[in-house]
Nanobody, 119 residues
Framework: QVQLVESGGGLVQPGGSLRLSCAAS????????MGWYRQAPGKQRELVAT???????NYVDSVKGRFTISRDNAKNTVYLQMNSLKPEDTAVYYC?????????????WGQGTQVTVSS
């Protein structure tokens, strides 16, 4: 019923930039928190950044000052602008959407997009 489609991943050199997008479609009700997670080979999935409907943001320490999360509520889309990329940023990035329906909360995940930072 709800689909999250990610785009924007790819191969980039250290110091470069990428912009990830994630658009939600389908039975959309009230979207609360949107966020980005990432998982590197052999590592646990970690939370990268979140943004509330009102625009409050949180970032993992390792990306502060380099990444910016934003959202367009009219388009049900969340973005992740990644600047000054480092090899350690290499991972599969997943978007996440928390939807509120009556008194329940539901989480939806994107398919993942590969980000590779290498020279």
């Amino acid at each position: 019923q709800v689909q999250l489609v990610e785009s924007g991943g790819g191969l980039v050199q250290p110091g470069g930039s990428l912009r990830l997008s994630c658009a939600a479609s389908g039975r959309i009700f009230s979207i609360n928190v949107m966020g980005w997670y990432r998982q590197a080979p052999g590592k646990q999935r970690e939370l990268v950044a979140t943004i509330t409907r009102g625009g409050s943001t949180n970032y993992v320490d390792s990306v502060k000052g380099r990444f910016t999360i934003s959202r367009d509520n009219a388009k049900n889309t969340v973005y992740l602008q990644m600047n000054s990329l480092k090899p350690e940023d290499t991972a599969v990035y997943y978007c996440n959407v928390q939807m509120l329906v009556i008194a329940s909360a539901y989480d939806y995940w994107g398919q993942g997009t590969q980000v590779t930072v290498s020279s």
